[in-house]
């Protein structure tokens, strides 16, 4: 009797349980992910457009699914816990679930990748060395491992390039409206209804801002999680200018003028500093596209010529 039938009779059932865990993993994960990125901090004193239809059994992935594993999947140390939240914050994920669905994305990831070259390799390569396959399973298991990490960082990335994008231009939109007679929580209310349609990364964290102050927390303490969600440079020392201000009893518009009118300077700068770079990238890039096909085509006959005469010898 034919034992290898058996075996791989065994390693399709194996993938397909495998693969069966990956999919509801994932399926989970990418649930939880959804529902974050539609949920929206309520303006303060309003109340949610949308309840629940009486009767109708309402399925919470942080109380009923994820809190179950919440030992596993949540980091052991206080301070990995922080700075994870920290960091899922910047990338705009706030839920309290939040950590716990980033690893179990990275679990279904890390799941997916592995069934994936355990069932395409074998397919792709029949006579192979089983250490270079388990070699192959290693690398996926880690790659897949890694993904969600590099797509949380380049979320970061990019709220933080639209944020230092989109600051200079509040920045004048709130000395306007705070010279207008506005104070600095009408003034940021009417900013972030303004940029919900331009930057909604700013727009999102002035609405926290706005409730958070109307919530009554500290307003040092606001301003510094302001700045800490964003991460950006300029933000961060306009921050410390709103906190010296407000705790010295500066005029906040007068700190603020002098600061947008330093935040115009530094966007002239970069702006130049862009342009000077330019040639400099238009000459690499010319080079490259230009030099390598003109050498082969210079050289390329006389090395064939040369191919040729040692073949006929």
């Known amino acids: 009797m034919d034992t290898s039938i058996f075996a791989g009779n065994g390693f399709i059932l194996l993938a397909s349980g495998l693969l069966f865990c990956a999919v509801v993993l994932a399926t989970v994960a990418a649930t ?19 309840q629940a239809a009486p009767g109708m059994p309402q399925i919470s992935i942080e109380d009923d699914f994820l809190q179950r594993f919440a030992r596993f999947m949540t980091p052991s140390k206080e301070e990995e816990h922080a700075e994870m939240r920290l960091r899922l914050s910047r990338a705009g994920y706030r839920k309290p679930s939040a950590v716990r669905i980033f690893h179990l994305a990275r679990a279904a990831s890390a799941l997916g990748f592995t069934v994936a070259v355990a069932v395409a390799f074998p397919l792709v390569v029949s006579d192979y060395p089983l ?81 958070e102050l109307w919530a009554g927390k500290d307003r040092g303490t606001v301003f510094r999680d302001f700045a800490q969600r964003l991460n950006v440079n300029d933000i961060v020392a306009f921050v410390s200018v709103l906190r010296q201000a407000d705790q010295f009893g500066v005029s906040i518009a007068e700190a603020i003028r002098v600061y947008a ?53």
């Not at 959804?34 to 309003?46: D, F, H, K, L, T």
């Not at 491992?145 to 639209?162: H, M, N, T």
């Not at 002239?268 to 096909?293: H, Y």
């Not at 390329?300 to 073949?311: Q, V």
């Open 32 to 50: 939880g992910i959804y529902a974050e990125r539609r949920q929206r901090v309520p303006q303060a004193g309003a109340k949610s457009s949308v």
């Open 131 to 211: 250490p270079l396959f388990f070699a192959l399973i290693f690398v996926a298991f880690l790659l897949g491992f890694i993904v969600p990490s590099l797509v949380l960082e380049r979320q970061i990335a990019g709220r933080e390039r639209k944020a230092e994008e989109g600051f200079p231009d509040t920045l004048d939109m709130l000395l306007v409206c705070i010279e207008a007679g506005q104070g600095f929580e009408q003034a940021a209310r009417r900013i972030a209804k303004e940029l919900k349609g331009h930057n909604e990364v700013l727009a999102e964290e002035l609405t926290i801002l706005n409730d």
């Open 261 to 313: 009118a330093d935040m115009r300077f530094k966007r002239v700068m970069r702006a130049e500093e862009k342009a000077n770079i330019m040639p400099l990238k238009l000459a690499l890039a010319s080079m490259a596209f230009t030099v390598p096909p003109t050498m082969i085509i210079m050289i390329g006959p006389s090395l064939l010529e040369i191919a040729r005469s040692f073949t006929q010898t």
